[in-house]
Nanobody, 121 residues
Framework: QVQLVESGGGLVQAGGSLRLSCAAS????????MGWFRQAPGKEREFVAG???YYADSVKGRFTISRDNAKNTVSLQMNSLKPEDTAVYYC???????????????????WGQGTQVTVSS
């Protein structure tokens, strides 16, 4: 079993930055495919970033995903935030053999509890 715990969410003004972190349990973290998703009220959960360095078009050039296998963590640096980035952000993990799509929530086996990001205009 894998547990994921996100942190770093909060309230920020448009144009500001936040850094989300996700701490994972388990000794095989380095083999997991990791991703970040978000879900705004009334909308479906959507892909934000994942894999080596794949990004949704809406965040390209503003968000950066990184991981530290020694610390079992994956982070999402979010710059130039916009009000439309407001959502609950989720960390997700997929074990090998990665049968699902990188871009779909159904492609991941484990999820964190989510962290709220609110961007004010």
């Amino acid at each position: 079993q894998v547990q994921l715990v996100e942190s770093g969410g909060g309230l920020v003004q448009a144009g500001g930055s936040l850094r989300l972190s996700c701490a994972a349990s388990g000794r095989t973290f380095s083999s997991f495919r990791m991703g970040w998703f978000r879900q705004a009220p009334g909308k479906e959960r959507e892909f934000v970033a994942g894999g080596g360095a794949y990004y949704a078009d809406s965040v390209k050039g503003r968000f950066t995903i990184s991981r530290d296998n020694a610390k079992n963590t994956v982070s999402l640096q979010m710059n130039s935030l916009k009000p439309e980035d407001t959502a609950v952000y989720y960390c997700a993990a997929d074990r090998p053999p990665y049968t699902g799509s990188l871009y779909s929530p159904s492609g991941y086996d484990y999820w964190g509890q989510g962290t709220q990001v609110t961007v004010s205009s």
